[in-house]
């Protein structure tokens, strides 16, 4: 099982831009669209890659990427995600970013396929969420939270401790790998 946490936060701006697309299936995919204000990006552009998404449970991976390239050409900050109990699948571009914490340390996933075990914790955001923290601060969190949701609250925390959350949108995703005895029930 996959336990997830998303945040989705206008910080200081007037409205909220980016996109953030799930579908909870066998397997957990997610689509986290990074649009900073100079960014264009149509409603019918946005509808198909949502649409794509929603379908996505029954695609590859690398299916579900090649049908979306086309459509985010143009939109520079993108990243894909697929996770399931036993591996994580990342395609990221642009400003996005992608880390695990494995064993007590923190490592940036790389675009492919990576193995995931039991407790791992992976967080995958924007730029502009990423900008005002460092690596320490994203792997103690991660080290002392029981749950993701725990995690994402400790990491607004650091970041409205240094602008009140009063810059950007922030947009992030949190998820521990949890099985066997380790699954926590809401």
Not at 50 to 73: G, H, N
Not at 105 to 132: A, H, Q, W, Y
Not at 143 to 153: K, T
Request: net charge negative; aromatic share 6%; proline share 2%.
């Amino acid at each position: 099982m996959i336990e997830n946490y998303i945040l989705m936060h206008k910080g200081g701006q007037e409205e909220y831009r980016d996109s953030v697309f799930v579908n909870y299936s066998s397997a957990l995919t997610i689509a986290i669209l990074y649009l900073p204000t100079e960014a264009e990006f149509s409603v019918a552009d946005e509808a198909s890659v949502q649409a794509l998404v929603q379908a996505s449970s029954k695609m590859r991976f690398t299916d579900l990427s090649e049908s979306i390239y086309p459509i985010l050409t143009n939109l520079r900050n993108y990243m894909l995600i697929r996770i399931d109990d036993n591996t994580i699948n990342i395609e990221r571009h642009g400003k996005v970013f992608a880390y695990i914490v494995q064993n007590g340390e923190l490592k940036m996933l790389p675009n492919g396929k990576t193995s995931l075990e039991d407790g791992d914790r992976v967080i995958c955001c924007t730029g502009e969420f990423k900008r005002n923290l460092n690596d320490i601060a994203i792997l103690s969190d991660a080290v002392i939270s029981d749950s993701a949701e725990e995690w994402m609250d400790n990491l607004v925390c650091r970041i409205s401790d240094k602008n009140r959350l009063s810059e950007g949108n922030l947009t992030a995703v949190t998820m521990i790998v949890r099985s066997g005895d380790n699954v926590r029930l809401a």
